[in-house]
């Protein structure tokens, strides 16, 4: 089996200002009719029907959705999906959080997972490894992307708050370029899956508040929201 991983830009699509124009977020104020249009350029880009598409209502907690088969919406209060139903796409939006694309290619089991601070903080992330090796992974053979985010030198926050989240996620504390306290959620995430026998583990670089072709809440406020997709081919 295959492991198949994108990561969409703001590019592409039919939103408005300022959605524009690749918005595959239908919380954020946007033209239902323009998401429903993006929705469906992203399943037909992968080469899927719109319907093998999962999303997420994501609330930035920990709570890991399994599932086999198509939804008729978005998984409630979820901000993890895992699944080991080959063609079924599982979605995470963001414009900023950090997307988490896992899988294990010889099991057949992916995963998809929105960290946000809050999220990645009470342990989002050993909860989605743990539903993935309960649907037949093994740690040593999951794979895992990073997906752009905000990075550690635009990430600032107040120092009480670096020190709370860097005690429950070991590595995330950073310092901004302006020398004040800030988050590498990436940085944090990613000693946490080594820590927890992850075999191979890659970052996109990209920062979304830097990268102008990426959505970001923090530089613009209003704005859309990116989708990275995983699935293993049917």
Known sequence: MRVRRVVTTRE???SSPPHESFNLGDHVGDDPRA?????????????????????MEQVHGRTVGVV???????VEATDALVTAEPGL???VLTADCVPVLL????????GAVHAGRVGARVGVVPAALRAMVGAGARLDR???????????????????????VEAHLPGSAATSRAGKPALDLRAGLWAQLADAGVGKIGIDPRCTVEERSLFSHRREGT????????????
Not at 68 to 74: F, T
């Open 12 to 14: 592409g699509g039919v």
């Open 89 to 91: 796409a599982l979605v």
């Open 35 to 55: 998401v429903a249009a993006n929705r469906e350029r992203l399943a037909a880009g992968i080469g899927l029907s719109p319907d093998r598409l999962v999303w």
């Open 223 to 234: 704005t859309g929201r990116l989708a990275s997709v995983v699935w293993v081919d049917a």
């Open 103 to 110: 899988g294990d290619a010889a099991a057949g089991v992916v």
């Open 68 to 74: 086999d088969g198509p939804q008729d919406g978005p």
């Open 142 to 164: 999951i794979e895992v992307l990073l997906g752009p985010s905000v990075c550690g030198k635009c990430y600032e926050v107040p120092a009480a708050m670096r020190a709370d």
